[in-house]
């Protein structure tokens, strides 16, 4: 918890060798508790009104600003020539008014003479068109000539900004996402990422099960990326074609942040603001990112959450598992995007509910986020993004009700800093006792996707279930992967933990006899890690954990519910 006395809850692709990741406490001085800032588009809008919009934002009490995102075309207006020099002037008027600023690598928007002169840098979908110009998030990650080109600007900029002090740190990229991509790179690369996991065609093979349905191959150049829509297309396959994926946005983000870090000297930290999609996979797979942030948009009009006006608020669980998902990843998260008030790209696009903002703001920093950055100071005019609220409205100048929620949020802050007491480190009575982890292993939710066997069967809608019930013991949670340290908990709770290795059960075996509790539900231990079935009864790795074992699985009918009988009792 927070020490607060008052509780409340080829460029050359280099490795992180050239400097080591700084200590990260050294970024964020916890009697600040928590920064507030915003993201300002400098190229939006006309020159002159950038300091009156940057004095606002400061008079409102955010404390850092957020630029660069989608740039490119404005850093690199023609190939090889650079232009930072608006740039630089936006940030001397952001230090003017003291505002720290987070730099962007607009990788998400490469500009049109590189699309139009490659176009092979494009994603190519299943069906086999691409996505072009004009939008964003349309350039392939496993093109080879595109890693190259963006690292290329990504030097440049590391070059301009990596020793600039007015940079706090940088965001790479735009909420980073696993793309099912069918680029000629993906075929490629995909080939040589199977032969560095299973070194021998014949263990792929056997990893893939290809002897069912003549499906062998004896050359790694025969493998193309999966069809996920083919006509029951290899499970297996897939598996590894969605694992790759997301290594593949995990090693294009390692690649920038040793860059930067070359310039740096580790002295601004580098991250990426990801959407919680937990089932992709790309989530904490970066190793070099110096920690975690995450996008949250709570009301959409899609989310109905509790009550007849709970679609104004947006579920809970929404931030809170963001929180303790990302938290325990470097142990210092922050929160990129959160939502100043209505936005533009939901089925319906309500109003939250008056002191909704306020209501995330507060749940956000009961997480512990280090920061809280708004999507955006000005509501767009133009573009794609028209009828976005940001904290001021459409004439520039008039703060929105969200706006001021922000505001009344820095105040307390504010105040609540004055309460800062770094002698005040216990937590309160019985609160390690509930200290709870949630194991969660991506492959497995892919995995089960594969074979639900019931349309009934929802893999995050299982794992809310048993978050819910812990959060209502007044738990504090961790969502934790397998690199974690089971002994920091008390309780575990490892929801569908399908694909697992004996290794695992041996770590599970320990942690109980050393006293913890291990909660194990549905669908545990029923297969490998390449999703295969074991032989030998069925489940039998978890039968001396569970103390029984498992004669059969049945299925029920949504109207047809009915009980299961144990020692003579029933449960429905
Ligand atoms: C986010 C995205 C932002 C902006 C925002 C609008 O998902 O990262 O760039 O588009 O949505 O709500």
Redesign the pocket.
Known sequence: MKKISLFLTAIIICTGAFSSKKDLKEFFDPARLAEVGVYYYPEHWEESQWERDIAKIKELGFTFIHYG?FAWAMFEPTEGVYDFAWMDRAVEIANKYGLKVIMCTPIATPPVWLTREHPDILIKREDGTTWDHGARQHPSSSSDYFREYALKLVDAMARHYGRDSRIWGWQLD??PRTALDYNEGSHKRFRVWLKNKYGTIENLNKAWSTAFWSQVYSDWDQINVPQMNGLFTNNHMILDFQIFSSDEIASFLDEQTALIRRYNGGEQWITT?Y?PAYEEGHLRKSKELDFHTY?R?MVYGENFGIGRKGYRLGHVERIAMANDFFRPIDGVYGVM?L?PGQ???GQINPQPLSGAMRLWLWHVFAGEAEFICT?RFRQPIYGT?LY?YGIVGPDGVTVTNGGEEYRQFIEELELLRKKYNPAKTENPEGYEGRRTAILYNYENTLGMEHNKQTTEWNTLGHIEKYYNALKKFNAPVDIIDESGDFSKYKVMVAPAYQQLDRDLVARWEDYVQNGGNLVLTARSGHKNRNAQLWEAPFGEPIYKLIGAKIDFYDLLLPHTPDNVVMDGKKYP
Request: charged fraction near 25%; charge should be negative.
């Open positions: 995102e735009n909420e603001n959407i996008t948009y995007e939502q936005v533009n790209w999507y993004e976005h």
